[in-house]
Every structure is written in structure tokens, then in C-alpha cells.
Nanobody
Framework: QVQLVESGGGLVQPGGSLRLSCAAS????????MSWYRQAPGKERELVAG???????NYADSVKGRFTISRENAKNTVYLQMNSLKPEDTAVYYC??????????????WGQGTQVTVSS
């Protein structure tokens, strides 16, 4: 049974930090590209950061220099370290796993999300 379980969200003041974790099970974690997305109320879900199987990373412009994505294959876990948080970072954060099989076929799994609220 495939599971992606996010944790680490919560309420933090502007300028503060949080570390999100996404624990995976039920599939071969190291074979998947992992990403963090977020969705604020009334807005589309957007990509925050991604990390390939080899560890290459990419970030949304809005979080570059503040957020860091990393993965620990031995623990089947991907992390998102969020520093210098701003109120506009408030959203539900989701973990996604993708495996590209070729021929346009993608295996994709989503977590249930964790709420991050940045407010004084």
C-alpha cells in the first residue's frame, strides 16, 4: 500500500523556520523524483521544489535562497527546510512522487498535505 505522509507543519512567526518531512512507503523511493507543492486558499496548487533521483534540485523563484529540498533514500524520506518564512508562504504543503516509465507513462503519488501558517 503506497503512502506519503507529510509532517512538520504548523504555525510560525514571519522570519521563522520549519522543516517538513515526507515519509514514503509501499514503493521504491529511490526510483522516484520527489517534489513539494503548495496550495493557498483560492489559488492553484504550485510547485515549490523538486529533487531528482540523483539529487539535482529545482525551486520556484519565490522560495529560492530560503527553502532547501533534500532526500534521504535510506529513510525513504524527503525534506523541505523552510527559512525566513513569509505570510505568503501560508498554504497546505503536499509531497509528490513521480516515476517516469517511458512512453508517456508516469506513476504518481500524492500525500495528504500538511498546513503551514505564517502569522504574527
Amino acid at each position: 500500500q503506497v503512502q506519503l505522509v507529510e509532517s512538520g507543519g504548523g504555525l510560525v512567526q514571519p522570519g521563522g523556520s520549519l522543516r517538513l518531512s515526507c515519509a514514503a512507503s509501499g514503493f521504491t523511493f529511490s526510483s522516484y523524483v520527489m517534489s513539494w507543492y503548495r496550495q493557498a486558499p483560492g489559488k492553484e496548487r504550485e510547485l515549490v521544489a523538486g529533487i531528482t533521483r540523483s539529487g539535482s534540485t529545482n525551486y520556484a523563484d519565490s522560495v529560492k535562497g530560503r527553502f532547501t529540498i533534500s532526500r534521504e533514500n535510506a529513510k525513504n524520506t524527503v525534506y523541505l527546510q523552510m527559512n525566513s518564512l513569509k505570510p505568503e508562504d501560508t498554504a497546505v504543503y503536499y509531497c509528490k512522487a513521480d516515476r517516469y516509465l517511458g512512453g508517456g507513462t508516469i506513476l504518481r503519488y500524492w500525500g495528504q498535505g500538511t498546513q503551514v501558517t505564517v502569522s504574527s
